[in-house]
């Protein structure tokens, strides 16, 4: 006893038990398994070997076995050959079936096999390569694994072949789902008597009989016969047969969802050919098509009853074959669709054919292989799950295939979210006149769809493009050429996106007689016109000619019509008078400009001589859609011939507006000023020119500054105020900055009568003195003004000069030397004939434009102090004010003198030292003395004591820290 174990073996717990003589197997081999949860091995195989080769009887085990069923071949060998009939069966849960077979001759060749993946078995057996005796024929349901044995019969014992006596064998179109058997009688290998189809019951359902009829006894079919239908089991052919031909009318029937046959289909033979008008069923194809039409169920028989429709063919046969026009239908709901189409020539051969895929078909005739007559196009809808017809055609009945007359064509690419077509006329095959395009869309009825205009084209007489719409833009021109001349009628049509439809904006007529003129009333759209741009002109041509008045429309994002902004009268074609007009030149604004400026557009008005713009022309603003006059925006001059002269520079903050005369200036001038965050300019100054076109200035003027016109600081820019003399800037001028809308006073000067500048204040400096001069010299009310660097400037001080120039005179403030920050000390008193004279206060200014504080002061006569004075250190600051508080003696210190020390913003002074001057009035310094050190702060008080003889220092100085 010997015992080998392969790994397929291993896999699937399979022992070979046998015997071994002469190292060669020998005698009975068994094949054992050992099933899943079962403890012993079962014996499921196995056969004879003689020295080494297998004979007789053998059950073998498929090695593509798995856990779940077994796998075994079950016939005989001689020699170690397969010899005759082999079965196939599976053992699944102890249960063996019947899955295939396959059969070999004497020298174990394989000559016949039933296909595995087969619905049906035919099982028997061969003798001389011929089958005989008894065979089988076994079914299975698609979604069933078991075999059930549904018919076969005998072969003749002679080895011819012949099939004898009854059998139930498989239909003439053997297909695994047809699921469709014969019964009947064989005699000598022919049929004989009545045979019957039959469709075999799904489920344990009862076969079905569907048709059937007679065979004569040499096996040719006679009389009234229903004939199954190859590939469509629900498909019945019915008519009569004589000597085995078709002959007469033949019906097609198909069995509906209650199993009753209903005709879908009929036609004529003659000696078995088809002849005449045919209406049939592909049977080459089943009748469904998958990816349109159909839904598909099941019945009680297993057969796939189509819910959703059948497909037929109509057209002719001659001599057996098809030819011309066969269109393709689909019936739903009792209705029939065209669903396709193809085209023959008189030899049958087929010609043209819809593609079965595409949406589109082409649907008409042909002649000598060229396309004749009317041809119609449909697009399968699929909302309406059916082929609507979009448009279609002629073409010459002469056989060159040219097109001809009216025709409706479709864009490639055409879908349905894209369902465009092109209506126009061809001539002799070429494209003539106008061609208009549709959108599936509205407004437009065409073939019972909806389409909108969306275009268009035009062509000559020898199909040359004359124009064609622009599809990226959403307006075009639609009207007709004579001679390559535009004439009647033109449309003008428009849509904002590419979501809307086009209406019809404008348009008008041109001259019929073709030379290209337009005439009478027209509206026109203006250069880059738009949606944020919607200007149209309206008006009158004659002989090509603009004549008369012509306005200028517009309408705003919500408004329904076009209102008038502008215009102004044509002569002969010529712009003449007064005009209000848009600029031609500009681009079309976008989106968040029209928003931003408030659908702001600039509109120009002025005169028109001969054409030609002349004089002064102002810009103005369209706001919120209305023209506001008050809001000037620009405006340019232009000569006699029509020549720009003078323009304002667009990118200004600043316009100057007036008239010219001879190219001079003249007149009132304006000058206005707009702040960089406000559209709106307005009015700041100007003056006027003189009127002999010398383009002097003359008078008062306001004006911009050299500065200002210089500034490239959007928030500041300065004008100047004075008079001019002669072309001359005369007196006192001043200057004023522009800051957020205000006006504030920076600076001065000062011109003689010849133009001279004889006094300017310091434009860096702080302090601006403001006065009058007369031959050079001051005279009358000079004002002292002070500004910090981040106010503007105020009137701190000033007084009165004589009239003569010489002296000041009155009541004055005057402003202590280096006068500023920190330093902000003023002197008030009175002058006499250009001498100090009284009481004079010291005061600190602190807050400007406030009540200020006196800190000092004293009395003068004839400008030399005398008397008690608190004096300033001459390094007096608001963080160091230091003060000398004593007596004068004619203008010099004597006596006690002492050093005071602001300590609360001077409502609190410390006496932090002092000393003696002589009494003889030298200010000399005697005697002890506490002064300021060289390093002395209000955070740092270090004096210095000691002695003085003669106003100089003797001995020893010591110093002193005080806090």
């Not at 003589?21 to 899943?36: I, Q």
């Not at 016939?75 to 005759?84: A, C, I, L, P, S």
């Not at 002679?158 to 004898?164: Q, S």
């Not at 709901?333 to 595409?358: M, P, R, V, W």
């Amino acid at each position: 006893m010997f015992n080998t174990i392969s790994y397929f073996q291993q896999q699937l717990q399979i022992t070979f038990d046998g015997q071994y003589k002469n190292t060669k197997k020998d005698g009975k081999w068994d094949v054992f398994y050992k099933f899943p949860q079962q403890q012993k091995l079962q014996k499921i195989g196995g056969g004879l070997y003689g020295n080494g080769v297998k004979i007789g009887k053998w059950i073998e085990i498929d090695e593509k076995s798995v856990l779940d069923y077994i796998v075994s071949y079950n016939g005989e060998y001689h020699n170690d050959k397969k010899v005759g009939l082999w079965t196939t069966l599976k053992k699944k849960s102890g249960i063996e079936q019947l899955c295939g077979s396959a059969n070999y001759d004497e020298d174990g060749t394989e000559i016949f096999k039933n296909d595995e993946a087969s619905n049906f078995l035919q099982v028997g057996e061969f003798k001389n390569g011929k089958k005989v005796g008894k065979w089988n024929i076994f079914y299975k349901h698609y979604n069933n694994d078991k075999f059930q044995l549904i018919g076969g019969g005998s072969y003749d014992t002679e080895c011819e072949g012949f099939k004898i006596g009854n059998w139930v064998e498989l239909s003439d179109f053997n297909a695994d789902n047809r699921e469709i058997i014969y019964k009947g009688e064989y005699k000598y290998g022919k049929r004989v008597g009545q045979w019957d189809i039959v469709c075999i019951g799904a489920y344990n359902k009862p076969e079905k009989k569907i048709g059937g009829g007679q065979y004569d006894d040499n096996g040719i079919k006679i009389g009234l016969w229903i004939e199954d239908q190859q590939l469509n089991k629900y498909i019945t052919n019915q008519g009569e047969y004589n000597q085995g031909k078709k002959v007469g009318k033949w019906n097609i029937l198909m069995r509906n969802s209650d199993d009753q046959p209903q005709q879908i289909g009929e036609g004529s033979y003659e000696n078995g050919e088809k002849l005449g008008n045919w209406t049939e069923c592909d049977e080459c194809k089943d009748v469904i098509n998958f990816s349109f039409y159909s839904q598909l169920t099941l019945d009680g028989f297993g057969f796939q009853i189509c819910q959703g429709g059948y497909q037929i063919h109509r057209g002719e046969y001659k001599m057996g074959k098809k030819v011309g026009l066969w269109k393709n239908f689909i019936e739903q709901h009792k209705n029939f669709q065209l669903c396709g189409s193809a085209n023959y020539d008189d030899d049958g051969t087929e010609i043209f054919k819809n593609d079965e895929a595409s949406k589109i078909l082409q649907v008409g005739e042909f002649k000598h292989g060229k396309k004749v007559g009317r041809w119609d196009i449909f697009y399968w809808d699929q909302k309406k799950a059916k082929f609507e017809q979009i448009g279609g055609g002629l073409y010459d009945e002469q056989g060159s295939g040219n097109k001809i007359g009216n025709w409706i064509e479709y864009k490639t690419g055409y879908k349905n979210n894209s369902q465009i077509t092109f209506n126009g006329e061809y001539n002799n095959g070429k494209k003539v006149g106008l061609w208009k395009t549709y959108k599936k869309r509205k407004n437009f009825k065409i073939q019972n769809q909806i389409f909108q205009l969306c275009g268009c084209s035009n062509y000559d007489e020898n199909g040359i493009e004359l124009y064609t719409s622009d599809k990226n833009l959403n307006i075009f021109y639609l009207g007709d050429f004579m001679n390559g001349k535009k004439i009647g009628r033109w449309d003008i049509y428009n849509r904002w996106n590419k979501k809307q439809d086009f209406y019809k904006i404008g348009g008008g007529s041109y001259y019929e007689g073709g030379n290209g003129n337009k005439h009478g009333k027209w509206i026109e759209l203006s250069n880059q016109f738009g949606f944020y741009r919607n200007l149209i002109y309206c008006g009158e041509y004659k002989n090509g000619i603009k004549v008369g008045r012509w306005d200028i429309g517009y309408k705003g994002e919500l408004e329904k019509v076009y209102k008038k902004i502008g215009g102004g009268t044509y002569a002969n074609g010529m712009k003449i008078g007064k005009w209000i007009e848009l600029n031609e030149q500009c681009q079309e604004i976008t989106k968040s400009q029209y928003y931003q400026f408030h659908d702001a557009f600039e509109i120009y008005q002025g005169n028109y001589k001969f054409g030609k713009k002349f004089g002064l022309w102002e810009t103005f603003k369209i706001q919120n859609q209305i023209i506001n006059f008050n809001i000037l925006s620009g405006s340019a001059n232009y000569d006699e011939d029509g020549t720009e002269i003078f323009k304002n520079d667009e990118a200004s903050n600043f316009l100057q507006v007036g008239e010219f005369k001879k190219g001079k200036k003249v007149g009132k001038w304006n000058i206005f000023f707009k702040h960089y965050n406000n559209d709106k300019f307005q009015l700041i100054g100007g003056g006027s020119y003189d009127t002999e076109c010398e383009g002097f200035k003359i008078g008062n003027w306001i004006e911009l500054s050299d500065e200002g016109q210089k500034s490239t600081n959007s928030t500041k820019y300065q004008i100047c105020q004075g008079d001019y003399k002669f072309y001359k800037k005369i007196g006192l001028w001043k200057k004023f900055n522009i800051i957020y809308k205000n006006l504030q006073l920076c600076g001065s000067a000062n011109y003689d009568e010849d133009g001279t500048e004889i006094f300017q204040n310091d434009e860096t400096s702080q302090i601006l003195y403001i006065g009058e001069f007369r031959n050079r010299k001051k005279v009358g009310r000079w004002d002292i003004l002070y500004g910090r660097s981040t106010e503007e400037f105020i009137k701190i001080g000033g007084g009165q000069y004589d009239e003569n120039g010489n002296f000041k005179i009155g009541q004055w403030i005057d402003l202590i030397d280096s006068f500023g920050y920190n330093r902000e000390v003023i002197y008030k008193g009175e002058y006499y004939c250009g001498e100090k004279v009284g009481k004079w206060n010291i005061l600190y200014v602190g807050v400007v434009g406030k009540e200020h504080n006196i800190i000092g002061g004293g009395q003068y006569d004839n400008s030399i102090k005398i008397g008690k004075w608190t004096d300033l250190s001459d390094s007096f600051t608001s963080n160091n004010a230091i003060m000398y508080k004593g007596e004068y003696k004619n203008g010099n210190k004597v006596g006690l003198w002492d050093i005071l020390l602001d300590w609360m913003y001077f409502d609190k002074l410390k006496i932090i030292g002092g000393g003696f001057y002589d009494k003889q009035g030298y200010s000399i310094k005697i005697g002890q003395w506490m002064e300021l050190s060289e390093q002395f702060t209000k955070f740092c008080q270090i004096m210095t004591i000691g002695e003085y003889k003669n106003g100089r220092k003797v001995g020893t100085w010591n110093e002193i820290y005080i806090q």
